[in-house]
Structure formats: structure tokens, C-alpha cells
């Protein structure tokens, strides 16, 4: 594919709810620009930008995909994006490079709670937005209830550019607003017929064309006096580059009309994406940063320095990485040789592409605005950021886990506050235990998490030292079932879940003593020791401590250490439920020992035989970790919120206001009862919900859920 300078590049994001046509929205718009001959079909397993096995059998799209193709002049890079929620990262990921977001909202379904989701995040990140009203073929098909639903979602701002001609089965062409022309379409064709607006939709398009017509020419000084005085027509023309300012400062949201699966209306897209929506040239310029210097800017110039983002890495079993990076300055051509400032180490840019879906198309180079990729870079991750040795700064950032990390200090405002929001939205919140099936899959776990982590840097892992597990946290429940087949298919590793082990620890509510004696006799020297102990509980927190109130000699100085080594570590072991004792003090009072058969070895097994004695008559009680959980959920969720963190045995400790129409809500929970709190949440709060959580302390658990804790002990045990 040959080069395009930033003026005719378009970045396009597709988005929105799961099932409202994207991917199917994909393929129709490759077919109509004559990117493929033939238009594959998701339940088929034959779209181009569903490619994984994972989305066949799912029959959903998993991860962002690109979709290189070319349009009257233009080359339009589509990203195809998941709508399921627990894969908000990979749409995210795509706004991050996008400059035009495409909101695909069936005209059956209205606007869903991904739209909503994603919407407020194009917002934040200053992304302008248009919206192709899908599914106008369809049974139930209302295209005025839908437009009102996008009025009341997003403002006023929304703006038919066209009407539907024909409802439902008999939905078959355009009325563009603009040009007041009808665009007539015959099934399976991409091309439309021009006419005269249809009588039956005269009157309305004569309506919504003046309200439209108005809205565009406020913004035009010149323009709104001739309308004004009305001595002479507004061309569509010049009513269209009116328009596109409004959308590039995100002020406007054109809607379009069409179906997908029929074909109509998908030219009028193509056509709208390239005379109205930005170039890269007209979006804001990118901040970068050097170690300990100021954010600038970096213009969009194919003769500047060059400067590329890693955006997306796929992990291939066959070439290893494949790297997708948008160019932001400069030009970057074959075997360039850049520098990567985090891992400080030079990489060689060997073989350029682009992709359409899984398919690698050449690149003589790639100019600054443009979308590519290549494969190999051994040191690169995504979130990343490529610039000449000379000149190592890294691209200011919102704070999300698919970018790398936190933003650097004080740059979060550039996203105009809602960097915090953004980063919560990605976060990993439901985690699972995963064990090998086999010896052989148990050598290669830990290699393929990581791989499989670079593909997909929301995913994370880790060793449970006390608990002996490994676990895997992630957005949700279908996110963390992908990454497991992904583990088995592409790496080769079977692993299958096992119940997550909560870290529980115990200690005591009362003082209490014993009396450890190890004696062993044997033909030479034998072993003695007698230590006596007393146990008495501290404050929550404090851990433990070992008193030497030994006088007399009783136990020899040299012996006292190897006491205190014997009840620590019969504490680390467990108590009378097998957890981890702590928050208990230790004191030595009494011992005895023999002048040739005692040693360390005697001492450290009596004052291990103490404590396990002394614990079991001092009351000992289970401690359960303590989270510090915080909720923001819709004020009209506030009350089913809060009743079910009751029945968690949740203690409430304020609520606040967050976004507008959104209340925060924080509590303290026992982490047990959050296992599966992002699954419950979302089905509570209709996917509006989101929360965060970390461990705050632990408290007493009320004796009546002892039972429980056994038979997980039980079971952790096997």
C-alpha cells in the first residue's frame, strides 16, 4: 500500500456495544471500497478482523483489530473493536490512536451501556465522535426513538445528516440532509441511485433539514448572514466543511443511517469519514517528555524527528511479536533504528506492514498520522515509545494499564481531569487460581503468562507465596476464559481453575501458658530442653513480639534465640486452623535444660511445643482480610448497592458525589465476599457500575463462618 501524507489519512475507531454490528459494519466497508471481494460474516467465522479461533467459537470479538483500506484518495485505518464489556481495554486502546471515534448503535437496541461507557471515555480523551445508526432492516427498527435516545445520552449536539427511506424489511435508501438528494440502493450493492426525496418523507426532511441546516451556519459568521437573508443557497459543500469544524472541536455528532448486512448507506460513511471527519493533522498536537523536563508538543510532520507509540502487540506463534504503532512525528521506513526509552535498548525496524485483519500488506514507509506495524522488536511493549537515540522522550499519557503505566506527575489534566475515571475503567478486578495440568505444562506456565501479558498488558499475574497459587486477575469472567484458551492454543500450556485461597491469619483473645519439653535419648548425646511460654494477644496490627523474662539461667543465654526461633516458626505454620498466627506477644519465663545433652536443636523444638500448646487455650480466633472497597455506581443503583454490600457484611463509611448522576460509595468488606463482586456488579447495575479495591487489615471473623474457612483450608490442602 503506497504512502499517504496526514492530510489523507483517516484513524477510525469502531465502537460500541457488543452485538450492534461493528465487526460486521468492518467488513461491509472493506467489500464497498473493494478491499476483499467477498464480505465474510461473523457466524461464519469468516470475518477479516475476527481472525483468533477464540472469536470463532465465541462468535464475538475479542481484541482491536486493523483494517487498512483505501477511499477516494484516502487511506482509512479501521479499528475494529470488541463491544463485550470485559474487553473495554482493547477499545480504549483504540481511542488512544484514533482521531475519529465511529459509535455503531443498533437501531433495534438503542443506546446500550457500552455506548454510554466508551462514549464518556471519546470524551475524555477529546476524541470526536460520529454515529452509524445500524440495523435499520431489521424487525422492531425505530429510527426516531433512537435519535431521541442519542439526544438525551450525549446533548444536543447530535445531528442527523440523514434519514432512513423505508422501514424495516423495506428499508432501502438514504435522504442526505445536506445535499437534500435521495440515495436508492439495490440489495447487495454498494452504489446508490440518486433521485428526488421521496414524497412520503417530504415534509420531515424538509424539517429536520432546516434544523440541521441552522445548527451548522451558528457557527459560520458569513454563513449564518446569507441564511439569515436568505438571497441565495448554501451549498452542501460548504455546509459540510462548516460541519467538520464542528465535529473536530467535538461540538457536533453526525449520525448516519444504514444496514450493514444490506449495504446501504455504507459509501455515505466512507464519504462522511473522509469530508468531515479530522486528519491527524487537524487534532491536537502529541505532549512528550523527557527524563525530568517539561511536556511540549511534537506537530504532526512526516520531515520531523521520527516518533512512533506502541499501541497494541499481538503475540503470533509463528513470527513471534507483532508490533502496531501509530507514527506521530517524522517518517519511519524499513530498517530504522530507533531507541526504546524504557527499556533503553536500540530497536531495528526491519519489514514494515499494515494488517487488514490477520493479512500483512508492504509499506515502502510510514509518515507521521499513519497507522503500521511490524514484527520482531525484541524489547518493545506496548504503551512504548520509539524515538531517535539522540532525542529519548516518552509520550505524556493518561494513567491506564494498556498504556504502560501511570502518566508522569501532574500531566493528567490534559485529559481533562477524567484520566483517573479512564484508568478505573481498565482496571483488572476478578481473579481466579489457575494449576497446570500436567508436569510438562507446569515448565512452561510462567513463560507463556508472560508472553501471553505482553499481547495483553491488562492481564496480571502472581505467585501467592502463603497460599501456594497462581493467580490471574482481569477484567472479568469472559476475559480470563479467552486468556486461558489462549494459553492452551497458542503457547501450548493446559491449565484448568481452582478455588482462589483467601490468606486468612489467626491469633489469640486471651493470655495463656504451657510447658515444652523435647527429650530424646539416643546412644551418644541426647536432646533436652523445657521452655515454658506465655502467649497474650496485642493490638490488631502489631505482629508479634518475644519477651525474655528468663532469670537464673534457667535456659542459658546462648539457648534463648533458638526458643524464640521455634515459636515464630511454629506460628508461621499455623495455629489450631492451620492459618498463620499473628498480633501475639511471647514471653519466656521458665526452662530447664542439661549440661551435656541440650542445644539449640532442644530449645528450638520446646519452644515450638509451647506455643502450640498455649495457643489452643488462649481463645484463638480466625482473622479474615479486610478490603477498603469503593463503588461508583448510577444514583439510581445507590440503594440496591448499598443493601447487597449489607449482605456481604460490608460496613459502609460514607458515600459521596462523583460525575454527575453518579454517587460513590466506600466500605469496608471482607475480601472473601468480593471473590465475585465485579460478575455481581455488573449484573446489578446493568454494566454501569465499576469499583476498586486493596487490602486495608484484618479483623475478627464472626465465629458462625469458622466452618467455611476450614473447608477451604481443606481444600488448599489437597
Known sequence: ?????????????????????????????????????????????????????????????????????????????????????????????????????????????????????????????????????????????????????????????????????????????????????????????????????????????????????????????????????????????????????????????????????????????????????????????????????????????????????????????????????????????????????????????????????????????????????????????????????????????????????????????????????LADAALPVLSIAIRPKSKADEDKLMTALHRLQEEDPTLVVRRDDETHQTVLSGTGEAHLGIAMERLSRKFGVAVENEDLVIPYRETVTSTAEAEGKYKKQTGGHGQFGVASLRIEPMERGEGFAFVDNIVGGVIPRQYIPAVQKGAEEAMADGGNFGWPVVDVRVTAFDGKHHPVDSSELSFKMAGALAVREALAKAGPVILEPISLLEVTVPNAYQGDVLGDLNSRRGRVQGTETGQPGESIITALVPTSELVRYAIDLRSLTGGRGRFKAHHDHYDAMPQNFWDRVRRERAGSEK
Open 1 to 421: 500500500m503506497k504512502a499517504y501524507p496526514p492530510a489523507q489519512v483517516r484513524n477510525v475507531a469502531f465502537v460500541g456495544h457488543g452485538g450492534s454490528g461493528k465487526t460486521t459494519l468492518t467488513e461491509a466497508v472493506l467489500l464497498c471500497s473493494g478491499a476483499v471481494n467477498r464480505a465474510g460474516r461473523v457466524e461464519d467465522g469468516t470475518a477479516v478482523t475476527d481472525f483468533e479461533p477464540e472469536e470463532h467459537s465465541h462468535h464475538m470479538s475479542t481484541s482491536l483489530s486493523l483494517a487498512a483500506l483505501e477511499w477516494r484518495g484516502y487511506k482509512v485505518n479501521l479499528l475494529d473493536t470488541p463491544g463485550y464489556a470485559d474487553f473495554l481495554p482493547e477499545a480504549l486502546a483504540a481511542l488512544s490512536v484514533a482521531d475519529v471515534a465511529v459509535f455503531v448503535v443498533s437501531a433495534v437496541d438503542g443506546v446500550e451501556v457500552q455506548t454510554e461507557v466508551i462514549w464518556r471515555a471519546a470524551a475524555a480523551l477529546g476524541i470526536p465522535r460520529l454515529v452509524f445508526m445500524n440495523k435499520l432492516d431489521r424487525d422492531r427498527a425505530d429510527f426516531s426513538n433512537v435519535l431521541q435516545q442519542l439526544h438525551d445520552s450525549f446533548g444536543a449536539g447530535v445531528a442527523p445528516l440523514e434519514l432512513p427511506i423505508g422501514e424495516e424489511h423495506d428499508f432501502h435508501g438514504i435522504a442526505d440532509l445536506l445535499s437534500d438528494t435521495a440515495f436508492l440502493y439495490e440489495t447487495g450493492k454498494c452504489v446508490a441511485t440518486k433521485g428526488p426525496i421521496p414524497d412520503s418523507i417530504s415534509e420531515r426532511e424538509h424539517t429536520v433539514r432546516d434544523a440541521l441546516v441552522e445548527g451548522i451556519v451558528v457557527a459560520d459568521d458569513e454563513l449564518m448572514t446569507r441564511y439569515l437573508e436568505g438571497e441565495e443557497e448554501i451549498s452542501a459543500e460548504e455546509l459540510s466543511k462548516t460541519l467538520a469544524r464542528g465535529v473536530v472541536s467535538s461540538q457536533v455528532f453526525p449520525v448516519i443511517c444504514g444496514s450493514a448486512t444490506k449495504l446501504v448507506g455504507i459509501d455515505r460513511l466512507l464519504d462522511a469519514v473522509c469530508d468531515v471527519a479530522p486528519s491527524p493533522l487537524e487534532r491536537p498536537p502529541a505532549l512528550v517528555q523527557a527524563a525530568g523536563g517539561a511536556p511540549v508538543e511534537v506537530a504532526v510532520d512526516p520531515t520531523g524527528q521520527p516518533l512512533a507509540l506502541v499501541f497494541k502487540t499481538v503475540a503470533d506463534p509463528y513470527v513471534g511479536k507483532i508490533s502496531l504503532f501509530k507514527v506521530v512525528s517524522g517518517t519511519v521506513r524499513p530498517d530504522a533504528v530507533l531507541f526504546n526509552p524504557r527499556s533503553r535498548s536500540e530497536e531495528r525496524l526491519h519489514a514494515l506492514f499494515t494488517l487488514r485483519g490477520k493479512e500483512q500488506l508492504p509499506e515502502s514507509e510510514i509518515p507521521a498520522g499513519d497507522i503500521g506495524a511490524v514484527a520482531k522488536l525484541a524489547s518493545t511493549n506496548t504503551g512504548d515509545t520509539l524515538t531517535p537515540r539522540n532525542q529519548p522522550v516518552t509520550l505524556v499519557r493518561p494513567s491506564l494499564p494498556w498504556l504502560g503505566g501511570p502518566a508522569p506527575a501532574g500531566t493528567d489534566g490534559y485529559v481533562d481531569g477524567n484520566a483517573s475515571w
